[in-house]
């Protein structure tokens, strides 16, 4: 079992800037591809951004490509999403999830799920 809690989040104006960080509890943590995904209201969630084990290879939606980072730090057990240059449509709980599939867009192919974070652009 792979318990993970995010914070990080909050409210910002648009075109301002937010860190989320998910520190997961297991020591294999760096067994685990890592994903970012969200859901706003009254929507599916939806992938954002992945990372493989060693966080040589990163994976972005085009939703936030070029704005948005994942990296981790795998002494830390610890994944991040740097969001710049955020949007009112970047408004949802952010969830992070833990699986063997880096990259994956589906979330069935994550087997662990953090509680999520509120993260509110305001416009």
């Known amino acids: 079992q792979v318990q993970m809690v995010e914070s990080g989040g909050g409210l910002v104006q648009a075109g301002g800037s937010l860190r989320l960080s998910c520190a997961a509890s297991?020591?294999?943590?760096?067994?685990?591809?890592m994903g970012w995904f969200r859901q706003a209201p009254g929507k599916e969630r939806e992938f954002a951004a992945g990372?493989?084990?060693?966080?040589?290879?990163?994976y972005y939606a085009d939703s936030v490509k070029g704005r948005f980072t994942i990296s981790r730090d795998n002494a830390k057990n610890t994944v991040y999403l740097q969001m710049n240059r955020l949007k009112p449509e970047d408004t949802a709980v952010y969830y992070c999830a833990a699986g063997f599939k880096p990259g994956s867009r589906s979330v069935e192919d994550y087997n662990y799920w953090g509680q999520g974070t509120q993260v509110t652009v305001s416009s």
């Open positions: 990372i493989n084990w060693s966080g040589s290879s990163t």
């Open positions: 297991r020591r294999t943590f760096n067994a685990y591809a």
